[in-house]
């Protein structure tokens, strides 16, 4: 199945800086979601955008779904340890049909 | 509440042996999937179920069989397994199919270790 390119693959932070990863695709989605994953566990969803240019905050969370409804941002500001963890976004077409990112693996140091 | 629930949490098992991953949700959604994840890569779907219907298979081995007994209970029977097969499993469930928006819950996964 499709899968949306997920950028960067991996990133190592200092406690207390902010981040930002994005997710694109070559198909135009209605909605646009962004999962949290801990080790064993599974996704836990952040965010559900729903209208091209929505901007949607939860917490020190942040995201945007993109002009184009080709791509989404997550933004985390001020991270803290629990923060670490594999994000992943996912792109629902239509129904019950929806295409992850290949994720971004978070790493805090404190 | 926005909970799906999987059991059992952990299953180790023979390449022998029968038996079952169980997922229920009580939120009234009419569409649930299973999928295989490997670590630190994506999910990947294997099958959804779209008002108790296998509406998607995608080519998964008929060593994993799915059932849906009723809207809210999705089953996955096992047998033969190989150690391959060892991976997280993963239930999700969305509303209603038909919806042009749709949001996917997960469960928190059964860790299958197959020897």
């Known amino acids: 199945g499709q899968q949306l390119n997920q950028s960067p693959q991996s990133m190592f932070i200092q406690e207390g800086e902010d981040v930002s990863m994005n997710c694109t695709s070559s198909?135009?989605?209605?909605?646009w979601l962004w999962y949290k994953q801990d080790p064993g566990e599974g996704p836990v969803l952040l965010i559900a955008?729903?209208?091209?240019?929505e901007l949607t905050s939860n917490g020190r969370l942040t995201a945007q779904f993109g002009i184009t409804r080709k791509d989404s941002f997550l933004n985390i500001s001020a991270s803290i340890p629990s923060d670490v963890g594999i994000y992943f976004c996912?792109?629902?077409?239509?129904?019950?049909?929806?295409?992850f990112g290949t994720g971004t693996s978070l790493t805090v140091i404190p | 509440d926005t909970e799906v629930t999987q059991t059992p949490k952990h299953l180790v098992m023979g390449m022998t042996n029968k038996k079952s991953l169980k997922c229920e949700q009580h939120?009234?959604?009419?569409?649930m999937y299973w999928y295989k994840q490997k670590a630190k890569k994506p999910p990947e779907l294997m099958f959804v179920?779209?008002?108790?219907?296998?509406?998607i298979n995608e080519s998964v081995p008929s060593r994993f069989s799915p059932e849906c007994p009723n809207s809210s209970l999705l089953n996955l029977h096992l047998h033969a397994l190989q150690p391959e097969d060892s991976a997280l499993y993963l239930c999700?469930?969305?509303?209603?199919?038909?919806?042009?928006?749709?949001?996917?819950?997960f469960g928190a996964g059964t860790r299958l270790s197959v020897l």
């Open positions: 999700a469930s969305s509303q209603d199919p038909g919806q042009g928006t749709n949001i996917q819950y």
């Open positions: 179920y779209s008002y108790e219907k296998l509406s």
């Open positions: 996912a792109g629902q077409l239509y129904g019950n049909q929806f295409y």
């Open positions: 939120m009234g959604h009419r569409a």
């Open positions: 198909s135009i989605f209605n909605t």
């Open positions: 955008l729903y209208k091209a240019g």
